[in-house]
């Protein structure tokens, strides 16, 4: 893990150990390599399935669970007081939600809404269980903290950008963001490369602090430069060496 605190933001190159410094953007299971505490996890929680597009938890419920996503892709949202919602995460398999307010010490209420995009299927185990099993388990207490940290990065580019960069430039970092997983390896920079979420163009404008006729305009842009295609199956990146060099 890098401890470079001021890398340039998704600034990525062919270089592997430079790409490395953008350590908040792996992606790795939280339970890969703790086998005993996934099987512990598991003991005390319990397994839900859900239906695309329902809500798992709303702004405002009690905050007194986390979950494991299993399965599926959930869309962590907020709604502000004038309706408008602002997209924030996209957790996927393997991901730990619902963490922020139920590390803390209270009763703490949810600042956001957790919503399915497909089927999901999650373990949910309350704050009580999730407390005692992180005082007798420090190897999984660290790698929550590890998450918590990616997240706080990750947000604090996302206000970065939002400070300093045009509509385009935001988009292009969305992209690289969603789809770094399948960059992290410089030889697969020259191939074309699926966007592992799909989004709707509206939940994207959320993501990036625009609108939904901007982010059209400037998909189909992006996509007259030869850099992406879309369709009904999602966006592709046609180019991921000149999408991230323009970021």
């Known amino acids: 893990m890098s401890n470079d605190q001021n890398a340039i933001p998704i600034k990525l190159t062919t270089n592997p150990s430079e790409a490395q410094a953008h350590w908040h953007l ?13 099987a512990s996890f598991i003991a005390l929680a319990t397994q839900r399935v859900v239906e695309p597009h329902a809500f798992i938890f709303f702004q405002g419920d009690a905050a007194d669970a986390a979950y494991y ?8 949202c907020r709604i502000n ?6 997209g924030i995460f996209t957790r996927r398999e393997g991901e730990l939600f619902g963490l ?3 590390v803390g010490e209270g009763h703490n209420k949810r600042e956001c809404n957790a919503q399915a995009q497909i089927e999901c299927c999650y ?30 990065r990750f947000l ?3 206000i970065e950008n939002l400070m300093v960069c045009d509509v385009t430039t935001r988009l292009l970092k969305l992209l690289v963001y969603l789809s770094y997983s399948k960059l992290v390896d410089p030889a697969s920079w020259s191939a074309p490369v699926q966007v592992p979420v799909r989004l709707t163009q509206e939940q994207i404008a959320a993501m990036i602090g625009s609108c939904q006729q901007t982010v059209s305009e400037t998909l189909a842009q992006l996509e007259k430069d030869g850099i992406i295609h879309v369709s009904r199956k999602g966006i592709t990146v046609l180019k991921p060496a000149e999408m991230l ?3």
């Open 69 to 76: 996503l299993a399965r599926g892709e959930v869309r962590i």
């Open 81 to 86: 007081p004038f309706g408008k919602e602002s």
């Open 123 to 152: 373990y949910e185990i309350s704050k009580d269980n999730l407390d005692a099993l992180l005082a007798r388990s420090p190897l999984l207490a660290k790698r929550v903290m590890q998450s918590l940290g990616q997240r706080i």
């Open 26 to 38: 792996v992606e790795q299971d939280v339970f890969e390599g703790l086998a005993l505490e996934k």
């Open 156 to 158: 604090c580019e996302q």
């Open 100 to 102: 922020a307010e139920v």
């Open 245 to 247: 060099n323009r970021v």
